[in-house]
């Protein structure tokens, strides 16, 4: 766990450092930056799953290894480059970023027993939340105290730091008992419907997680509170870590799909309690306790549907899964806040995430073939 919290704190850090650099280094504007952000998470949504596959075929090292140094080059060449080619440099960058999530998940799989996979989950959501109060804080102080230069350069580095803590740690993929024996089983036979309805859940939840932080910004800066935006990213991620505590702590709870829309459903309302700052940190306080137990839900879902010989490949289409989702929620948010207001955002966020909830269920119930577990 400590090892996941400091692999993550780059990766927490880059998005809110690299937007500061476009607009404030380079003088482009935030749709600018916007579009490199873009392009970044693309490339790791569709390199996912092909390093994922590369870590069962080769193992973590050589796949980490490979990452880490192009990671560490990029970020470290980010302030020395025009804009243009930043843009067209973004997409391959993204594709050949350390697969931190989908790693420290399978690992967990490899480690903990399977009674106990929940919990473990639980915690590395918590991880996750935990970072995230950390790594944007550092990343803004950093860059406007210092420099833009700094930051991104100190980004590089630590990606090489990473990479070389997991190559020197490396840590399991598997455990003892899973023996991998046979060719690789066909993605046809385990790729059944209830695995493309988790997948669907865990987009969902990045669709809606994205549109609801995108509509809060908004809201806050309606009605002229910005300076409160950190305080709120704290009470959210608190929010979702103690969800995630008590996900982790109790002996049953929600299946994956109800958390999802009850997580959506509960984010529709939100868009009545816009003003003042403090009614709307309050308002996004039960939907965001469903965040955490979301996305550790798929998790679990995932590896016990899943081959263990293709763990690496099914982990990797969900993080890709939950990246495209957030992809897609900022622009679609957006669109409904240009064109309306920022209430309309949140009540269009959870609209959607309801929606998919729904098409989930059916996927579900449609009589897939039962996936192979091991």
Not at 79 to 95: E, K, Q
């Amino acid at each position: 766990m400590l090892l996941n919290f400091l692999t993550r704190l780059p990766v927490t850090a880059m998005g809110i450092t690299l937007t500061l650099h476009i607009v404030t280094d380079l003088g482009r504007g935030y749709g600018a930056a916007g579009l490199v952000g873009t392009a970044t998470t693309i490339g790791s949504a569709v390199g996912a799953p092909v390093l994922g596959r590369l870590i069962d075929r080769h193992g973590l090292r050589p796949v980490v290894a490979g990452c880490g140094l192009a990671s560490g080059l990029f970020w470290m060449s980010t302030p020395h480059l025009p804009y243009l080619v930043l843009l067209v440099v973004a997409l391959p960058a993204g594709a050949l970023a350390i697969p931190i999530g989908s790693i420290a998940r399978q690992v967990l799989a490899a480690l903990v027993p399977t009674d106990l996979r929940r919990t473990a989950y639980s915690l590395d959501t918590i991880v996750v939340e935990t970072s995230f109060m950390v790594g944007p804080a550092v990343g803004i102080l950093v860059s406007t105290q210092i420099s833009g230069t700094v930051a991104l350069t100190g980004i590089g580095v630590c990606f090489l730091v990473s990479a070389g803590l997991l190559c020197w740690v490396n840590p399991p993929i598997r455990t003892e008992h899973e023996v991998v024996t046979g060719p690789r089983p066909a993605t046809r036979t385990w790729l059944t419907g209830k695995i493309v309805a988790t997948l669907l859940i865990a987009a969902g939840a990045g669709f809606t997680l994205m549109g609801m932080e995108l509509s809060m910004l908004a809201a806050l800066r309606e009605t002229g509170a910005v300076d409160w935006a950190g305080i709120l990213f704290v009470v959210i991620c608190a929010a979702s870590a103690l969800g995630g505590l008590v996900h982790g702590a109790v002996r049953r709870s929600l299946p994956q799909l109800w958390l999802m829309a009850l997580m959506a459903a509960l984010l529709v309302p939100v868009g009545l309690f816009t003003d003042p700052w403090w009614v709307l940190a309050l308002a996004l306080i039960p939907m965001n306790l469903l965040c955490a137990p979301t996305l550790a839900a798929t998790s679990e879902s995932v590896v016990a549907m899943t081959p263990v010989r293709v763990r690496g490949e099914a982990m990797g289409m969900q993080d890709s899964a939950v990246r495209l989702g957030l992809a897609l929620g900022s622009p679609a948010a957006g669109f409904v806040i240009d064109h309306s207001a920022a209430g309309w955002g949140f009540v269009a966020s959870g609209g959607v995430g309801v929606a998919v909830a729904a098409v989930a269920l059916l996927l579900t119930r449609q009589g897939a073939r039962q996936p192979t577990t091991v």
